[in-house]
């Protein structure tokens, strides 16, 4: 079992043996959960869409979307909600891409647009205290890659699919097409899931658990780029969809990402 960091480390492979591209993934994986916008830095998330003021749990102001479509915050001076470096006191037209700064030292950025938009709040420190330390992973295993295909929905298909919410709930979600590949002589066909516009997710299961391509172009499907939900990240934050029911592969699938690392849990094994 190896344990990724910048720069990741394989243990099971020589460095030669394991292709240049997938150590510079690794590399980016870990920058996207651990680096200074990373999703281990994440401790709230919302939509903000209506026009009626909303709250969101740990941050401070009330948001809104305006008849126009523009997103808004209305704090006091004292709640120290700044956009764009400036005080908040009132009501202000918050742009999306504004850079947020909030009490504790917390950061954050709001985006959309026509009365849409998500907003991000991070904790810059919140690595550093959590511990996470790597991500353990199987080691590199080319007999893992293979080719496949994405074949097209019926059009406007969803698929209902459970989420990690608390208490849990289910949303049908946009599953335009499927993903092909054949493993050991046998075609397994998974739903693909689709969270946002050109975002695509196949989210599966298999016996080890406790970017965009046209209708029938071939693509390369790496398991070993398999990776762990965000949800492992911050389960309130971050409610991850579940595998749809078709997605589960009767097989062991010894390939990608497997458990975080945190400090606490290297030196009880040292």
Same mark, same amino acid.
């Given at each position: 079992?190896?344990?990724?960091?910048?720069?990741?480390?394989? &243990?099971?492979?020589?460095?030669?043996?394991?292709?240049?591209?997938?150590?510079?993934?690794?590399?980016?994986?870990?920058?996207?959960?651990?680096?200074?916008?990373?999703?281990? &830095?994440?401790?709230?998330?919302?939509?903000?869409?209506?026009?009626?003021?909303?709250?969101?749990?740990?941050?401070?102001?009330?948001?809104? &979307?305006?008849?126009?479509?523009?997103?808004?915050?209305?704090?006091?001076?004292?709640?120290?909600?700044?956009?764009?470096?400036?005080?908040?006191?009132?009501?202000?037209?918050?742009?999306?891409?504004?850079?947020?700064?909030?009490?504790?030292?917390?950061?954050?950025?709001?985006?959309?647009?026509?009365?849409?938009?998500?907003?991000?709040?991070?904790?810059?420190?919140?690595?550093?205290?959590?511990?996470?330390?790597?991500?353990?992973?199987?080691?590199?295993?080319?007999?893992?890659?293979?080719?496949?295909?994405?074949?097209?929905?019926?059009?406007?298909?969803?698929?209902?699919?459970?989420?990690?919410?608390?208490?849990?709930?289910?949303?049908?979600?946009?599953?335009?097409?499927?993903?092909?590949? &054949?493993?050991?002589?046998?075609?397994?066909?998974?739903?693909?899931?689709?969270?946002?516009?050109?975002?695509?997710?196949?989210?599966?299961?298999?016996?080890?658990?406790?970017?965009?391509?046209?209708?029938?172009?071939?693509?390369?499907?790496?398991?070993?780029?398999?990776?762990?939900?965000? $949800? $492992?990240?911050?389960?309130?934050?971050?409610?991850?969809?579940?595998?749809?029911?078709?997605?589960?592969?009767?097989?062991?699938?010894?390939?990608?990402?497997?458990?975080?690392? $945190? $400090?606490?849990?290297?030196?009880?094994?040292?």
């Amino acid at each position: 079992m190896t344990a990724d960091r910048v720069p990741p480390q394989q &243990t099971a492979l020589l460095a030669a043996e394991v292709p240049a591209e997938h150590h510079a993934w690794r590399t980016t994986r870990w920058e996207e959960v651990a680096g200074p916008n990373g999703k281990a &830095t994440v401790v709230a998330k919302s939509t903000v869409a209506g026009l009626a003021p909303r709250t969101i749990p740990g941050v401070p102001g009330r948001w809104r &979307t305006t008849e126009a479509g523009a997103l808004t915050v209305t704090a006091s001076a004292g709640e120290g909600v700044r956009v764009d470096r400036e005080t908040v006191d009132g009501t202000v037209t918050v742009p999306s891409g504004s850079a947020l700064e909030l009490p504790g030292d917390l950061v954050g950025f709001a985006g959309g647009s026509d009365g849409a938009y998500g907003l991000v709040v991070m904790d810059p420190g919140a690595v550093e205290r959590s511990g996470l330390t790597g991500i353990e992973t199987f080691p590199y295993d080319p007999a893992w890659v293979f080719e496949g295909e994405y074949r097209a929905a019926p059009e406007g298909r969803r698929t209902e699919v459970g989420r990690l919410t608390t208490p849990r709930s289910t949303e049908a979600m946009s599953s335009p097409v499927d993903l092909a590949v &054949t493993i050991e002589g046998t075609e397994y066909v998974l739903t693909v899931l689709e969270e946002m516009p050109g975002h695509r997710l196949v989210i599966f299961t298999d016996r080890t658990n406790g970017t965009e391509t046209d209708p029938g172009s071939p693509l390369t499907v790496d398991f070993n780029r398999a990776t762990l939900s965000h $949800h $492992h990240l911050a389960p309130t934050v971050f409610t991850c969809p579940l595998a749809p029911t078709a997605n589960h592969l009767p097989l062991r699938v010894e390939a990608g990402e497997r458990a975080l690392v $945190h $400090h606490q849990q290297k030196e009880a094994t040292a």
